[in-house]
């Protein structure tokens, strides 16, 4: 499948997305680890099937640094020795936050705790919000067909302001 619509190349989709790259900046920012951020969006993303994103957030992770055994093991995070604790709540958290559908609580009594226990509220602020802005980055490609495998480590640093 070809892409259906580039949301770049009109101006209502190019000024959503400088106002949603803003809003990721936010996260960015925040004290939330860097890998911990990329390893949550990239399992969000390959839960989502947005190839794009699943792409990008692999690309950003390895250019910051993360290993290749940890980005292939990030599928199967559960069956893995790689990942701190406070990464397997944080990707617990991912998951459950990402297949509302699937549990209709949400996210778990026990994964919330896990949460608490290694990160500080400013954290779990940052990832909340970050589960729920990679979860609309992967409707918003997966909507339109956009295609991974063409995405390039920092080309959209310069789109937020």
């Known amino acids: ?5 580039n949301m770049f190349d009109n101006e209502v989709g190019a000024r959503f997305a400088k106002r949603f790259a803003n ?3 936010m996260i960015v920012q925040s004290s939330l680890p860097k890998a911990t ?3 949550v969006s990239l399992r969000a993303s390959q839960i989502n099937g947005c190839g794009w994103c699943a792409d990008m957030h692999t690309k950003e992770a390895a250019a910051a640094g993360e290993t290749a055994v940890r980005l292939a093991l990030v599928a199967t995070w559960r069956e893995a020795t790689v990942f701190t604790e406070a990464e397997q709540a944080a990707l617990a958290m991912a998951e459950e936050g990402t297949r509302l559908a699937d549990a209709y ?3 778990s009594d026990e994964t919330w ?3 608490r226990k290694h990160y500080d509220d400013d954290q779990v602020a940052a990832l909340v919000c970050l589960i729920a802005l990679i979860n609309a980055a992967n409707r918003l ?3 339109v067909h ?5 995405y390039e480590a920092g080309m959209f640093t310069g789109i937020v302001s």
Not at 146 to 150: H, I
């Open 1 to 5: 499948m070809d892409i259906r619509f």
């Open 23 to 25: 809003a990721g900046l």
């Open 37 to 39: 951020q990329e390893l």
């Open 105 to 107: 609580q949400g996210v």
């Open 113 to 115: 705790a896990q949460v």
């Open 141 to 143: 490609a997966v909507i």
């Open 146 to 150: 956009q295609k991974g495998g063409s």
